[in-house]
T-cell receptor, first 113, second 111 residues
Framework: DTGVSQDPRHKITKRGQNVTFRCDPI?????LYWYRQTLGQGPEFLTY????????KSRLLSDRFSAERPKGSFSTLEIQRTEQGDSAMYLC???????????FGPGTRLLVL | GQQLNQSPQSMFIQEGEDVSMNCTSS?????WLWYKQEPGEGPVLLIA?????ELTSNGRLTAQFGITRKDSFLNISASIPSDVGIYFC???????????FGTGTRLQVFP
């Protein structure tokens, strides 16, 4: 069991650029979650998938954000036309349906200049 | 929106001391999770609680699910320097799969 992995760990980009992050969940987990965490705060829910289906999206997820999980395994989170306010740690977590414990990856820290 | 309030906000203690922190909500939660986060890393699950009144231990850590289902407590006994980090409580909002996190308790342990 290799745990949840995320790539890249760090990303620095210029305002207006697009960025894409990848998350690989624990292999047998069918649920995958994305959270955003800003400095000094707890993680905030963005969206989650059960297998390929995106079941819920937070109001925090503006139109510039899109997440996919095409084969029900890894997921990508894309931010288009990044803004300085998008600077945060983006965390991915996974779980099994019926098991409420969510296991987090190490996160991708995004800095928008 | 729904918030989980943690106290204290931060703690500065000496190695060997016991630590106690709590988490309160205005709403009932059916599950409480406690996580620890170190700088630049994701939260690591410490303890999960599923039933009101439940008391669960994980090594030097003990957590309790409050009887009212609106609070939870985490105790760390005989703290060591590697206990340093931010401790978050979390629960599921209104039986959804949306995990709500508390405001965090920052723990600093001095040798």
């Amino acid at each position: 069991d290799t745990g949840v992995s995320q790539d890249p760990r760090h990303k620095i980009t210029k305002r207006g650029q697009n960025v894409t992050f990848r998350c690989d969940p624990i292999s047998e987990h069918n649920r995958l979650y994305w959270y955003r965490q800003t400095l000094g705060q707890g993680p905030e829910f963005l969206t989650y998938f059960q297998n390929e289906a995106q079941l819920e999206k937070s109001r925090l997820l503006s139109d510039r954000f899109s997440a996919e999980r095409p084969k029900g395994s890894f997921s990508t989170l894309e931010i288009q036309r990044t803004e300085q306010g998008d600077s945060a740690m983006y965390l991915c977590a996974s779980s099994l349906t019926g098991k409420e414990t969510q296991y987090f990856g190490p996160g991708t820290r995004l800095l928008v200049l | 929106g729904q918030q989980l309030n943690q106290s204290p906000q931060s703690m500065f203690i000496q190695e060997g001391e016991d630590v106690s922190m709590n988490c309160t909500s205005s709403s009932i939660f059916n599950t409480w999770l406690w996580y620890k986060q170190e700088p630049g890393e994701g939260p690591v699950l410490l303890i999960a609680l599923y039933k009101a009144g439940e008391l669960t231990s994980n090594g030097r850590l003990t957590a309790q699910f409050g009887i009212t289902r609106k609070d939870s407590f985490l105790n760390i006994s005989a703290s060591i320097p590697s206990d340093v980090g931010i401790y978050f409580c979390a629960g599921f909002f209104r039986n959804t799969d949306k995990l709500i996190f508390g405001t965090g308790t920052r723990l600093q342990v001095f040798p």
